[in-house]
């Protein structure tokens, strides 16, 4: 058995309206996905409202929860609050095209919809890129900056005085 079947939304037979679903995303969620997390023990919570109209469909999506990261400075595990929104058009078409940011187009025979790769996307979407632990000090942080390179400023080059030569031989034309 599929197990990303069980994010699947049966949209077919619904009335028009909202219709709210909510969904536990934990590890084992996260082991349907062949890829590498930056994180441990998420303990995450996904409410999804899908407000079904005649022609399309509008799901809302809100995660909330925590997951377990490491510090980028002092390499301890900590609990880091997760949460995020996403709002997501989806309506009938002749065949499936997610190339939209914003709209997803299914087949028109379609059902149900499977919204286990969005729940995916809103979960790594709210992982920082720079993980720092609450626990870090002010002397940890400072100690960083100062050993951290300095980005250089380039100075803009002076101009060319070969090109200068040209350009007081045109001007004198």
Known sequence: MDKLRNYDI???????????????????????????????????????????????????????????????????????????????????????DDSEEDVITIPSTDYAFNIAQLLYEVVMLAIPMKKISPNVSEKDLEMLEKFSPKEEVEEEPSSDPRWDALRKLKDKN
Not at 52 to 78: A, M, P, Q, R, Y
């Open 10 to 96: 049966v949209f077919s037979g619904q009335k028009n309206g909202q219709h709210d679903f909510k969904f536990e995303i934990d590890k084992a969620f996260f082991q349907l996905f062949d890829t590498e997390q930056e994180f441990t023990e998420p303990k995450i919570v996904a409410e999804v409202l899908m407000d079904k109209h005649t022609t399309f469909l509008e799901f809302f999506i809100k995660t909330s929860g925590t997951v377990n990261l490491v510090c980028d400075i002092t390499n301890e595990n900590f609990d880091h609050p997760i949460e995020n929104e996403l709002k997501i058009l989806v309506k009938f078409g002749a065949e499936y």
